[in-house]
T-cell receptor
Framework: DGGITQSPKYLFRKEGQNVTLSCEQN?????MYWYRQDPGQGLRLIYY???????QKGDIAEGYSVSREKKESFPLTVTSAQKNPTAFYLC???????????FGPGTRLTVT | ELKVEQNPLFLSMQEGKNYTIYCNYS?????LYWYRQDPGKSLESLFV?????AVKQEGRLMASLDTKARLSTLHITAAVHDLSATYFC?????????????FGKGTKLTVNP
């Protein structure tokens, strides 16, 4: 079955630690995205990548970093510089950036 | 820059009633997507509207696209509790010169018995 996987589903970290969220897709999509969602809020774009070894900042990139070394994978690192990292993180992919996006199940990160 | 506005942002309705959610956008586009998000879950695709006048229906939900008015509607017929969710529209911005989908803020629908 084609799809997007994110792991882990729940993640707990202490303040000051970096943490990496995994996102893998087997849809052969070129574009991948990371969004943040806070309770009761909409989606905010963190980073997106149109092609391997290239990525662009979204609206709220500060305190986050990404890599795109393989087409299938787009991991997100939440660094200690991110002031309020507790949120629901969604990864998505699409054939191209303007096309329909398919979402993974999400990772709920709690930092205390 | 493409802006996407959904209204209402919150909608509380009774079972059995009809209602419409609106998605307005600010620049030319002929591709629009609707998604559903259940509480605590991810987004799932509902409808893909790819041309002016496109209409799609699934159960009690019907979506349409009017590219001239820059408007899509999501109509709910005889609402049931299972439709309670947040609904997002997303607009393809390429005709306006941008490169990635722009999402509305979402409409949180609550259907009461």
């Amino acid at each position: 079955d084609g799809g997007i996987t994110q792991s882990p589903k729940y993640l707990f970290r202490k303040e000051g630690q970096n943490v990496t969220l995994s996102c893998e897709q087997n849809l052969n999509h070129d574009a991948m995205y990371w969004y943040r969602q806070d309770p009761g809020q909409g989606l905010r774009l963190i980073y997106y990548s149109q092609i391997v070894n290239d990525f662009q900042k979204g609206d709220i990139a500060e305190g986050y970093s990404v890599s795109r070394e393989k087409k299938e994978s787009f991991p997100l690192t939440v660094t200690s510089a991110q002031k309020n990292p507790t949120a629901f993180y969604l990864c998505a992919s699409s054939e191209w950036t303007a096309y329909e996006q398919y979402f993974g199940p999400g990772t709920r990160l709690t930092v205390t | 820059e493409l802006k996407v506005e959904q209204n209402p942002l919150f909608l509380s309705m009774q079972e059995g009633k009809n209602y419409t959610i609106y998605c307005n956008y600010s620049t030319t586009s002929d591709r629009l997507y609707w998604y559903r998000q259940d509480p605590g879950k991810s987004l799932e695709s509902l409808f893909v509207l790819l041309s002016n006048g496109a209409v799609k229906q699934e159960g009690r939900l019907m979506a349409s696209l009017d590219t001239k008015a820059r408007l899509s509607t999501l109509h709910i017929t005889a609402a049931v509790h299972d439709l309670s969710a947040t609904y997002f529209c997303a607009v393809d911005p390429t005709q306006g010169g941008s490169e990635k989908l722009v999402f509305g803020k979402g409409t949180k629908l609550t259907v009461n018995p």
